[in-house]
């Protein structure tokens, strides 16, 4: 005797897929935008009311994490751990804290400054050009070894005389 194979289909519904009428589930609205605000703004206004600040300054726990990562490699000179940090990496992951708010003496603290044993006049362009496609804070250029003079000539700083004159 053949038996007789049922093919599956969601509950609730005919060979169609159309509902047969009866109570339907209600959809997940976990991630619905509504709802994520709401968290959130009751995880801002405990903070606030329980005395642990207004909730702006802190980092939630994936910042942080990345905050420490961060730190983590620019101390090690190793991308997560296996790969040396190229010049372009070191700036990346300095400008990425400080956009973080990790003040300039606490990197200082962790990253090794290098020397740049390239000469000035070759490097001038190259710093122009990676300014304009990345633009890069001032103050990062020193942790690869590129000094206040190359980046008036770059053009990433502003010239004193020039402006005197103005």
């Keep these: 005797m053949a038996a007789k194979i049922k093919a599956s289909r969601p509950r609730g519904t005919d060979e169609r897929g159309e509902s047969l009428g009866g109570r339907a589930r209600p959809a997940n609205r976990r991630g619905s935008p509504e709802a ?7 995880r801002v206004f405990n903070d606030v009311l329980s005395g642990r600040g ?5 980092l939630d726990g994936r910042t942080e994490k990345r905050r ?16 040396e940090l190229k010049p372009l ?6 400008q ?11 990197i200082r603290k962790v990253a090794k400054v290098r020397k740049s044993q390239v000469p000035a006049d070759g490097i001038v362009d190259v710093v122009e050009r990676l300014h304009r496609a ?3 804070r001032p ?17 990433v700083l502003p010239d004193a005389r020039r402006r005197a004159r103005k």
């Design 134 to 136: 990345y633009s890069f």
């Design 68 to 83: 420490q990562r961060l730190l983590r490699e620019l101390s090690d000179g190793k991308a997560r751990g296996t790969r």
């Design 36 to 42: 994520i605000e709401k968290r959130r703004a009751a």
């Design 54 to 58: 207004s909730g702006a300054a802190q």
């Design 96 to 106: 990425e804290l400080m956009d973080l708010g990790e003040p300039l003496a606490n």
């Design 139 to 155: 103050e990062v250029y020193r942790f690869v070894g590129i000094g206040e003079e190359i980046l008036r000539e770059a053009g």
């Design 89 to 94: 990496d070191i700036l990346q992951r300095v």
